[in-house]
């Protein structure tokens, strides 16, 4: 069994053991030559996921422990109107200057993740871009849906943006940025965000984002996404868990679902990057379309050989530094980080 555990790798486990020699399936051989050569010894079928493995998950240690450097801090907000408060981890506060600051929402499926979890690899990205983050613990599905995390993330954002001066932060370079259903959460934020008019992004960086409840549901994924790591069975379970009825009818709401969205306009320019076998390819690139027809700069990358997560799941493989480094350069972009 493998020892790493970063927080994707986590949700990786449920009803499947991941090693160097994993084995697939005959019926796989053809999906597996797609997949890039350095990934292949990571590529495994999954067994779908159950609200109860989802809990056994949820009750393993957090790992991946933070750093000691750059310094982080827990802080307690009030949430909005209605709402409980919530907990953010504030990561490379520098009172004083005035820097860019990123809102992070964490990957999982909508169901699993901490913030917490994610802190470490927060931690890399304030570090090398000299950045504040905050990273949002939102309330997780299904004990909560949309309409309960959507407002805990908002809440997240507006304090990072009253706070901008103890912070260190520039109020005209601000972004959210979120992996996987934390993209999700991204975009649904970057949506908020133009919606209430009080918090002007520069940018929403969006990593493989969990987009469209359709996918996998009404929609059959494309022929070649979703045959490793996440898949639409698990989709499923993500969206109907983050939606509180079933993914794919008519009857969901369009506020929930950013590629249900009617009205993309004068949203944040969008930074996007996905694998091409990655059940989520189509949705994404579909989307960033959307955006580009509707006045939004986009900037759109599609790694050929990429299934769900793979940067972080093999960290040294070539397609993951290119993966990496062209993040970290739209992230200078964005921002307005001189290289």
């Known amino acids: 069994m493998i020892k790493l555990f970063t927080p994707l790798l986590i949700t990786l486990i449920l009803g499947c053991s991941l090693s160097a020699n994993a084995q697939v399936a005959p019926t796989d051989e053809a ?26 998950v ?42 860019p600051g990123i809102l992070h929402t964490h990957g999982g499926g909508y169901v699993l ?15 090398t ?24 993330n908002y809440a997240g954002l507006k304090w990072l943006y009253d706070h901008s001066v103890e912070l260190g932060i520039d109020r005209n370079r601000i972004a959210v940025m979120g992996e996987s259903a934390g993209g999700g959460h991204a975009a649904l934020l970057a949506i908020e965000a133009r919606n209430r008019g009080e918090v002007s992004l520069v940018g929403q960086l969006l990593l493989y984002p969990m987009l469209d409840d359709r996918t996998g549901s009404s929609r059959p994924p494309a022929p070649n996404g979703g045959h490793f790591v996440w898949t639409a069975p698990n989709n499923q379970l993500g969206w109907r868990a983050f939606l509180g009825m079933e993914p794919g009818s008519a009857k969901v709401p369009a506020e929930a679902v950013p590629a249900r969205a009617n009205d993309l306009t004068k949203l944040a320019p969008a930074y996007i990057a996905v694998g091409d076998i990655d059940l989520f390819a189509a949705e994404d690139v579909t989307y960033a379309l959307r955006l580009m027809e509707a006045g939004v700069p986009v900037e759109l990358h599609v790694f050929k050989g990429g299934y769900h997560g793979f940067n972080m799941l093999v960290p040294n493989a070539a397609l993951s530094k290119q993966f990496d480094t062209a993040f970290y350069d739209g992230l200078r972009r964005f921002l307005g980080i001189q290289p």
């Open 31 to 56: 999906y597996l030559q797609q997949v890039d050569p350095e990934l292949r010894s990571l590529a495994s079928r999954r067994t779908a996921l159950t609200l109860d493995n989802v809990r056994q």
């Open 58 to 99: 949820r009750a393993l240690p957090p790992s991946p422990l933070p750093a000691q450097d750059p310094p982080y801090f827990e802080q307690t907000i009030k949430g909005l109107p209605g709402q409980p408060d919530v907990t953010i981890y504030v990561v490379n506060a520098k009172p004083g200057l005035s820097r």
């Open 113 to 127: 993740g901490t913030a917490r979890q994610y802190i470490r690899m927060v931690q890399k990205i304030a570090k």
């Open 129 to 152: 871009l000299d950045v504040t983050i905050v990273t949002v613990e939102y309330r997780l599905a299904p004990e909560t849906t949309y309409k309960g995390s959507v407002q805990d």
